[in-house]
């Protein structure tokens, strides 16, 4: 087990510097630089720029700084916004998306999880039949638009919730469930059809034929199964509600790290891509192996030698 | 069982919405204004100023969002007029400038102060404006410092040339024998790195030989041309005339700069607990991506005068949440460019929001006027001819139609055109109703491609079919954006009807773009916008100034240089504005772009906001602004508010403002009477 994790740990690193290789390859090879805007520069003030930045230098040099400097892991400052650091926007930034991020996933839990169990317990009936459709419906409605209509209904014609911004715990309602919707939708299904699939198995049987009461067969047995497949998709999916999810974030104008991290490809931010890119690749490997180890946990099937 | 508790659900959703909606619409659609007025309860203004301000270095940033929050932190020697944008003083009670238009003298007043109390005096505006103009900075504005002596060798990193211990002057021919004198024309300057070196032996065969054997004395931040005469006397000697030099002083590159913090704090002299300002405000907070508060600086040599105790501005880049927060009375004003084109109809209902009025911008589309089958005049003016551009207005509904380059929006120089324009249009054959005909005459557009060779079958109402024009390697390129892309379609759709040509549209990621269309890659057209630095002509016909313009164009004439060069030397400003509409109009009959329209303000505040006005760049000098909690007071009808619904006691502000200069001109001109009534007498 211990050596297990130890050998997953230790291949983030190689991974992480092959990703962040090929991001900056990428980067150097779009067109545009960060400086450039509507106007034209003179050609001195680009000399100016290029010799500040170092970008006058051969491409190995500039490489060679860049992975030098990620190794300690400093990302450099932004070239876009002047004067702060890589790591001080990232730490910044991450509250917010990580606030409405987790709150989301927590939403999307428990009600996907409720609803899923209850729906497979009662298959067939008008509460599966409704829940189910509902989570069609969440499944269908891009958050794009979802997010508008909250805004339109609890906003502008309510005037009970605020429209955009962070501001306190009124203004993460809509937010949080325009971004948890879609989760608790996908969870509800996939929780539905896990429990369908472990409720006929023959391991439910007998614990049913030991006498054991529903409650422990469905709480002890039934469960943990059925929601393997709920937590394997929690890994990535934590992942990416922690970055930040840039829809959401530019609708309701969060501070998130996920809006920032298209602006800044968008600018060509070279080390604030890089940096956002680094780590969000590090938080998924690392939240893989977590869900890899929880496994064990569920399934007693699973071993790790 | 089931299915009922599955319908009773249903209608229970359904009876919900239901209710949801009715209560909406009893909410909305009854009122004079949009959305909630809530008028805050004390003097603090809540702005959205568009993206996060990149940094709050006035001498870094480039863009409008920043600009307008380092009005409020930074004053300049010149503040912008609050509708106008022309310069009114502030740090500089009055200048003076020398009849050859070369040297221009502010004087400033004694009570300028920074936010810590240090007192504002010449000596920190030299240290300012060389410190824009360093190499090492890399300021992306410094070329607005150009005008300046030496400015441009200094940020170049250029050095002067001496030989036989001389200088050696820029103009061989006026070499004399006591070589170049740094304080007096201007001395040779090049760049002397490897790739300079090599460019001027490919280029400038003559420069090259005449520094061979020379060496070189780097220029310094001593050599520019900006010097303290006195504590409170500054003095700006330029290359050459630059009667726009005094407008362009608003800019926040020109602000006035702390150096003691910016040198202690080094990198970290922006935050709020190190910054030290010069404007009417000080930075209170600032939590990137959120807000940012602005708070009254009580130092500030005019805080009498200024209403707004703070203000905040949230940095925002998505239209429609602006527009939500906006009618959800959170925030009281917004920037240019800010209601949604699909949202027009119903917020032009608003009158006493809606604010839109013409910019100092300039959309078009250029051509590349060096490869085939643009670099026919005759095709230039047929694809600009054949655009209908009242029709353009009417669709794209905030711009105005043009078929000039320099939008018009300065008085005085729309006069000076106008009359030059129907001069030289009449030794060229044409009447005044020809050049307005510039806006649209398909019929006249068939005629230009039947002149350029092509074989063109006439149709209707003035209409043709062009049937042999060359469709490869011709598109019109634009960077990606819905309204750049209907623009495009439109056009696009107006040469299919009217020359029954198809030009193919290409779409390009912004950054991408830019390098592309500035190398002039491009195939045949690419669309561009300009927007001016400062209020005058200049900053728009200075993009085709020089060989190595920045139109993108491949366009270039000396003649036009040389009317431009001529105009600048000239100090009366009719007959400087005649000779720059010459330029124009040489330039235009080129054709080397198609201009389409001047984009117009479209944003909105609230009615209780006053004294923000919807001036040509979006600039609000914020000490102007304050909140009238009377609505009897409250702006109205706002397409008049540059005028009759102008508001008395910002005018008075102003005028309080304009005096010391006046004063000091009057004084002068009695002066210089009095002088010449002695010289008289003598």
């Not at chain 1, 039934?222 to 509600?241: E, K, N, Q």
């Not at chain 1, 890119?277 to 496994?295: G, K, P, R």
């Not at chain 2, 030099?245 to 608003?250: M, R, S």
Request: glycine letters at 6%.
């Amino acid at each position: 087990m211990w050596h297990f994790i130890l050998k997953r740990l230790l291949t983030i690193i190689p991974m992480a510097l092959i990703v962040v290789t090929v991001t900056w390859g990428l980067i150097r090879l779009a067109p545009g630089n960060f400086y450039s805007g509507e106007k034209k520069l003179p050609p001195a003030i680009e000399k100016n720029i290029r010799a500040k930045y170092g970008l006058d230098q051969p491409w190995y040099v500039q490489y060679g700084k860049v992975i030098g400097r990620i190794v300690r892991l400093d990302f450099g400052d932004s070239l876009k916004y002047e004067g702060q650091s890589v790591n001080t926007i990232i730490k910044r930034h991450l509250p917010y998306s990580a606030t409405i991020g987790i709150l989301a996933y927590l939403f999307a839990v428990v009600v996907g999880l409720s609803a899923g169990i209850i729906a497979a317990l009662k298959q067939n009936s008008g509460f599966d039949y409704g829940s189910m459709a509902l989570s069609m419906l969440g499944l269908s409605v891009p958050s794009f638009v979802m997010g508008p209509i909250l805004v339109l209904v609890f906003s502008l014609w309510l005037f009970i919730l605020p429209p955009a911004r962070f501001t306190g715990l009124s203004s993460l309602v809509l937010p949080v469930f325009t971004l948890g919707a879609i989760y608790a939708a996908y969870i509800a299904r996939m929780t539905r059809a896990g429990m369908l699939e472990i409720l006929r198995s023959d391991y439910i049987r007998t614990a049913r034929a030991k006498g054991l009461s529903e409650k422990t067969v469905l709480l002890k047995h039934a469960l943990r199964g059925g929601i393997i497949p709920v937590v394997s998709f929690t890994g990535p999916a934590l992942a990416s509600l922690l970055a930040g999810t840039v829809v959401v974030e530019r609708v309701f104008a969060i501070p998130g790290l996920g809006n920032m991290f298209v602006q800044s490809v968008f600018n060509r931010d070279e080390p604030l891509i890089l940096g956002v890119v680094a780590f969000l690749s590090i938080m998924l490997m690392v939240f893989n192996l977590i869900v890899d180890i929880s496994y064990g946990f569920l399934d007693p099937r699973i071993r790790y030698e | 069982m089931s299915q009922k508790i599955f319908c009773r659900i249903l209608t229970g959703i359904v009876l919900f919405s239901v209710g949801v909606v009715s209560i909406g619409c009893s909410n909305a659609g009854n009122s004079k204004y949009w959305g909630k007025i809530d008028v805050p309860k004390e003097d603090n203004l809540r702005y959205i100023t568009g993206s996060e301000p990149e940094s709050l270095d006035p001498q870094f940033v480039t863009g409008q969002p920043e600009a307008r929050i380092l009005i409020g932190l930074f004053d300049r020697l010149v503040e912008y007029h609050p509708k106008t944008m022309q310069p009114i003083p502030s740090l500089a009670s009055s200048w003076e400038t020398t009849p050859d238009g070369l040297v221009y003298t502010f004087h400033l007043r004694k009570d300028g102060k920074f936010s810590n109390g240090d007192p504002i005096k010449a000596k920190d505006f030299v240290w300012s404006f060389k410190r824009g103009l360093s190499p090492e900075l890399a300021s992306r504005y410094a070329f607005l410092g150009y005008d300046m002596k030496y400015g441009e060798e200094y940020n170049s990193g250029k050095s002067f040339v001496k030989k036989n211990g001389k200088f050696l002057p820029e103009d061989p021919a006026g070499a004399s024998l006591d070589g170049c004198d740094l304080s007096g024309p201007k001395c040779l300057a090049v760049v002397t790195d490897e790739e300079g070196m090599k460019e001027l032996k490919e280029n400038d065969k003559d420069t090259a030989s005449r520094i061979e054997g020379a060496e070189f004395v780097p220029v310094t931040a001593d050599n520019v041309g900006i010097s303290a005469v006195d504590d409170y006397t500054l003095k700006a000697t330029l290359k050459q005339p630059a009667p726009y030099f005094v407008g362009l002083l608003c800019h926040q590159f020109f602000s006035a700069l702390h150096q003691p913090s910016m040198d202690k704090f080094k990198k970290e002299w922006m935050k709020p607990e190190n910054i030290v300002t010069s404007g009417a405000y000080q930075l209170e907070s600032w939590d990137p991506y959120d807000q940012m508060t602005i708070a009254k600086s009580d130092k500030y040599w005019d805080a009498k005068n200024v209403k707004l105790n703070k203000i905040q501005f949230y940095p925002m880049d998505e239209q429609t949440t602006m527009m939500n927060i906006y009618k959800a009375g959170r925030v009281d004003a917004l920037y240019n460019h800010t209601v949604p084109a699909a949202w027009n109809d119903e917020i032009k209902k608003f009158k006493d929001e809606y604010l839109l009025h013409p910019e100092v911008t300039i959309e078009y589309y250029t051509f590349s006027i060096k490869k085939k089958p643009f670099d026919s005049i005759h095709v230039r003016r047929a694809f600009s001819l054949s655009v209908n551009r009242a029709n353009l207005e009417a669709f794209r509904k905030t711009i105005k139609q043009t078929a000039d380059f320099v939008p018009s929006i300065f008085p005085e120089y729309e006069k000076a055109r106008k009359k030059v324009f129907a001069e030289l249009a009449k030794k060229d054959g044409m009447t005044e109703k020809d050049l307005e005909a510039r806006l649209f005459d398909p019929a006249q557009a068939c005629k230009e491609m039947k002149e350029a060779g092509y074989s063109v079958t006439d149709g209707k109402d003035g209409k043709c079919k062009v049937s042999d024009f060359p469709l490869d390697g011709v598109e019109l390129t634009y960077n990606t954006a819905e309204s750049n892309k209907a623009v495009a379609e439109f056009v696009q759709s107006q040469w299919k009807q009217n020359l029954g040509i198809t030009i193919p549209l290409k779409n390009m990621e912004f950054k991408t773009f830019l390098p592309y269309r500035s190398a002039i890659e491009y195939k045949g057209m690419a669309r561009a916008g300009w927007v001016g630095d400062y209020m005058d002509p200049f900053t728009f016909l200075s993009q085709f100034y020089s060989p190595k313009n920045d139109s993108s164009t491949g366009w270039w004439n000396p003649k036009y240089d040389a009317l431009l060069d001529d105009a600048n030397k000239d100090l009366d400003p009719t007959s400087r504005f005649e000779k720059m509409a010459r330029a124009e109009y040489m330039m235009m009959m080129d054709q080397p772009v198609i201009p389409l329209g001047v984009a117009g303000t479209n944003w909105m505040k609230k009615p209780y906001v006053k004294g923000l006005y919807p001036n040509p760049g979006t600039m609000h000098p914020w000490k102007f602004v304050y909140i009238e909690r009377d609505p009897s007071k409250w702006d109205h009808d706002v397409d008049k508010i540059m005028t009759e619904q102008s508001d008395p006691a910002v005018d008075a502000q102003v005028a309080a403002l304009e005096k010391t200069q006046l004063d000091f001109e009057k004084s002068r001109t009695e002066l210089t009477k009095k002088e010449s009534g002695e010289k008289d007498a003598d």
